[in-house]
């Protein structure tokens, strides 16, 4: 990948592999945490004053927007396409939310930590959606299964602050939104390290896009010489079509009574 070199890449990688660490502190502080629902109760509520974990879950939450930042500072220049300007904006502002969620703890500052939680859910849904495209055109198959997840991560924020949460409850709907962006940034931090090792097109070779254009061109190239030959041969049908037919010659004069087997080539010959 041009404007990137290995170190830089792994690198950024690595960060963005790293936020799944998001969901070994939450386990842990759940399981400390006396009967808390993952269905019933929002995330939020583990770095609490009432969570036994608070210091852990609300250091999560900090170091999870550095390490989405670090990422996509590192592995900006790997990103190309439309969706490059998109994932700068919204990841940026999902790393501040999850920030401000660490630093301004639910109770302390109930304004605030709602304006973090507000910018992480949906920068985190549309930033997914924008990495899609700007990974897309190295990768059909991880561009999809991004697109999927900020599909279903914007989605599941809308009926989150609509507070429509039916079965799966406020926590669940939260977690719902929540979740997709460490899975959808970790499954990018393989993807670019694992595409990378593919080897580059070499100078004046095509890429992906362009050969596809040559391919699309040539098809309808050869669609354009196919016509051209069938109207050619409809012209020619045409042409003999005014001359006299070769007369047809009656069953009856090939039939011999001496040997009514025979055919009218053997006949002939004798």
Known sequence: MAGVTSVRLRLGA????????????????AARYDGYSRTDLTISLLGASTSPAQVAMNVSFVAQGLLIAGGLLLLRPALSGRGTS????MLSAAALGVI???????????TWHELGAFLYLVGGGLGLIGL?????????????ILVLLGLVATA????????????????????????????????????????ARRPAPADGEPDRRARKEQER????????????????????????????????????DDFDPDDPWATPRRRDDT
């Open 14 to 29: 690595l960060l963005w592999l790293l936020t799944l660490q998001f969901f070994v502190v939450e386990a842990v502080a």
């Open 86 to 89: 998109v994932v700068t904006a």
């Open 100 to 110: 401000v969620v660490g630093t301004v703890p639910l109770g302390d500052g109930e």
């Open 132 to 144: 899609a495209y700007a990974v897309r055109h190295r990768s059909e198959a991880l561009g999809t």
């Open 156 to 195: 599941m924020t809308v009926f989150y602050l609509a507070a429509v949460t039916g079965y799966l409850g406020e926590g669940g709907t939260e977690r719902a939104a929540a979740y997709p962006l460490p899975v959808g940034l970790a499954l990018a931090a393989v993807g670019l390290v694992l595409l």
């Open 217 to 252: 061109a040539e098809r309808a190239r050869m669609a354009e010489e196919r016509d051209a030959a069938l109207e050619a041969a409809a012209a020619r049908a045409e042409g003999r079509g005014g001359r006299d037919p070769e007369p047809a010659r009656d069953a009856d």
